[in-house]
């Protein structure tokens, strides 16, 4: 499970452009949620992954993993437990290195390396058989450059890599935000075939409000740093997209768009 309790966040505190993003800000995340997570720019959903990874801290608050106050903990920390995948299909892969050494890096997340090879060869039939589930071709190009692929190819070795140790908390930041739309789509089905089969407890923040409705157990509506929806189980499967199209729509009319 994972808790965030009475969070607090200012950004540029005591300039002119002081904003309050949180304020007493409460969300708790059971275990084996898949939360889809929408909102307009600046309603703080990036900021509150950011938060949950530890890339930015909280003026005040608490976040828990599982009971445990991980709060003050680094971010390389708590990369232990949880796996993120970005919107820039760049940011999860290392682009100068090849695909095997990229799963390599993965494979030995959180662990102490030592004086020996960073790529285990013994692994490589262990790393081609990830790849193949893909069904990209990239177990046949395991000493090409990652810069090279394009940008799904990217993206779905990002997704695999983000999994490959075992972690509780996989965070989604937009990630197929970037790519065209039957990437999109193929990256989606893979990310709920890896969500299922690790009963990963997921957060999905996602503009697109189809993915939202057809994946997860959870739907949440951020606006101004508050959960202004939140459906779960047989509430969120009667939503349509149109039912949050319409509560959009109503948000950006009290805001003057």
């Known amino acids: 499970m994972l808790e965030l309790k009475q969070i607090h966040k200012i950004y540029h505190p005591g300039t002119v452009n002081e904003m309050c993003l949180f304020e007493n800000f409460d969300l708790k995340v059971e275990q084996g949620d898949f939360i889809s997570v929408v909102g307009s720019n600046g309603s703080g959903k990036t900021s509150m992954l950011n938060m949950i990874c530890g890339s930015i801290a909280a003026e005040s608050g608490q976040i828990l993993m599982n009971g445990r106050d991980i709060t003050k903990d680094r971010e390389y920390k708590r990369n232990k437990k949880i796996g993120r995948v970005y919107q820039n299909p760049a940011m999860g892969t290392c682009p100068s290195m090849t695909i095997l050494e990229n799963m390599s890096l993965a494979d030995n997340k959180g662990k102490f390396y030592g004086l020996r090879r960073g790529t285990d060869r013994q692994r490589i039939g262990y790393y081609r058989e990830q790849l193949s589930q893909l069904n990209l071709g990239l177990e046949d190009r395991m000493n090409t450059k990652v810069g090279v692929l394009s940008g799904g190819q990217r993206q779905a070795m990002a997704l695999l ?71 779960k189980g047989k509430e969120k499967e009667g939503m349509c997209v149109e039912d949050v199209l319409k509560l959009f729509n109503e948000i950006s009319i009290e805001c003057g768009n």
């Open 161 to 231: 890599m983000s999994t490959m140790t075992p972690i509780e908390f996989l965070i989604l930041d937009e990630h197929t935000a970037a790519l065209d739309p039957k990437t999109a789509e193929m990256i989606m089905e893979l990310t709920d075939k890896i969500v299922k089969e690790k009963e990963l407890t997921t957060i999905m923040v996602t503009h697109n409000l189809r993915y939202a409705i057809d994946y997860g157990n959870r739907l949440l509506m951020m606006h101004q740093g508050e959960v202004i929806l939140d459906r």
